[in-house]
């Protein structure tokens, strides 16, 4: 007969996946393009993980574009914000959130194959150490104001 605690324990392993990937959930996605014929966009959201441990979003993509990044802002010596890959990815904490928001954390759209019209959307997949890959339909809005919390009030520059 079997313990019940390996009982227990087998049940757990095979039901880890499940859970794990049921823990990360996007809340408010929405895309940004400057111009109709923009070469690059980006995409904010705010990924919530619900489980006992850490996650880290590690990678995007998207047929939209020739490449997806996840890129973050920082200030140089001058205190000008300069936009740069984030290859290690973004830790979403056990019980918390991490917002990508225009000035902030976000995902980079580089080489848009077409136009992000507003009211449009389009297919992320975006993929998590843990919780593995989650498909996101993003919608396009072009006239949403940006959250100046996370712009902060320094100058920007790519």
């Keep these: 007969m079997f313990p019940k ?9 095979f039901a880890a996946p499940a859970i794990a990937h049921d823990a990360v959930h996007v809340v408010d996605p929405y895309a940004r393009a400057m111009g109709a014929n923009a ?4 995409a904010f959201m705010v990924i ?12 995007a993509v998207s047929d939209v574009a020739e490449r997806v990044e996840l890129h973050t802002h920082k200030a140089d010596a001058n205190g000008t914000m300069k936009m ?8 979403v904490p056990a019980h918390g959130n991490h917002a990508l928001a225009r000035g902030g954390d976000h995902v980079m759209l ?13 297919s992320l997949t975006l ?3 843990k919780a593995g890959e989650m498909t996101v339909e993003i919608p396009v809005d072009l006239e949403r104001k940006p959250d100046h919390a996370a712009m902060g009030a320094q100058k920007h520059s790519h």
């Design 127 to 129: 993929t998590f150490e």
């Design 48 to 59: 919530e993980n619900h489980a006992a441990t850490d996650d880290r979003l590690i990678a």
């Design 39 to 42: 070469r690059t966009g980006a």
């Design 110 to 122: 580089l080489g848009l194959k077409r136009s992000l019209a507003h009211g449009d959307t389009f």
């Design 84 to 91: 740069m890959e984030v290859p290690e990815g973004f830790v």
């Design 5 to 13: 605690f390996l009982l227990t324990a087998a049940v757990l392993a």
